[in-house]
């Protein structure tokens, strides 16, 4: 069974460019989240889907940030324009639903380095 | 609002040995509380996770963890820690309000051979 696919797993971009990060969850999961992991801040949550639809967005950090779920096996994270500061993994993560006792499964990550 | 909190920034432990790694939280009904390990280069990986029963959980890899009410803690436990257990090491609590993982900072495990 494949787990969580993102991709890309590197990408190294000049400050102002558009950034595209992509996701892919668990056949049959039903929630979707999008981490960011720096060694300042540890693990932040920035978004999470329910069927498709955002749930809660307060981590998204800026404007600049926006995710979409087109589908139940799609998902997107852009941040337009890139600053220095955005450099960081990001993790995809799914479960079967949103409830407190599903764990979640986290995809390998995009290690995203802004110049 | 939910806590958790993880004390040590590192554990270091002889292969061979027990090891335990801390875990201490704050809710404010019961708890539901999880273990991940992350390798490097690679996601966070479930462990093992207390909902309800058996203050005693055991999961993958050989490790367990007791939930302890009193104390309001969820040490992660292991009874013989191997070279390839060496890991960061995540504690989190599920956020009632609002159904988020609220994680620890993270313990760094390190087994020496």
């Known amino acids: 069974d494949a787990g969580v696919i993102q991709s890309p797993r590197h990408e190294v971009t000049e400050m102002g460019q558009e950034v595209t990060l992509r996701c892919k969850p668990i056949?049959?999961?039903?929630?979707l989240f999008w981490y960011r992991q720096t060694m300042m801040r540890g693990l932040e949550l920035l978004i999470y889907f329910n069927n498709n639809v955002p749930i809660d967005d307060s981590g998204m950090p800026e404007d600049r940030f926006s995710a979409k779920m087109p589908n139940a096996s799609f998902s997107t994270l852009k941040i337009q324009p890139s600053e220095p500061r955005d450099s960081a993994v990001y993790f995809c993560?799914?479960?079967?639903?949103?409830?407190?006792?599903?764990?979640?499964?986290f995809g390998d990550g995009t290690r995203l380095s802004i110049l | 609002a939910q806590s958790v909190a993880q004390p040590e920034d590192q554990v270091n432990v002889a292969e061979g040995n027990p090891l335990t790694v801390k875990c201490t939280y704050s809710v404010s009904g019961n708890p539901y509380l999880f273990w991940y390990v992350q390798y490097p280069n690679r996601g966070l990986q479930f462990l093992l996770k207390y909902i309800t029963g058996d203050n005693l959980v055991k999961g993958s890899y050989g490790f367990e963890a007791e939930f302890n009410k009193s104390q309001t803690s969820f040490h992660l436990k292991k009874p013989s820690a191997l070279v390839s257990d060496s890991a960061l090491y995540f504690c989190a609590v599920r956020d009632l309000d609002t159904d988020k993982l609220i994680f620890g900072t993270g313990t760094r495990l390190q087994v020496f051979p």
């Open positions: 056949s049959g999961h039903n929630s």
């Open positions: 993560a799914s479960s079967l639903d949103r409830y407190s006792n599903q764990p979640q499964h």
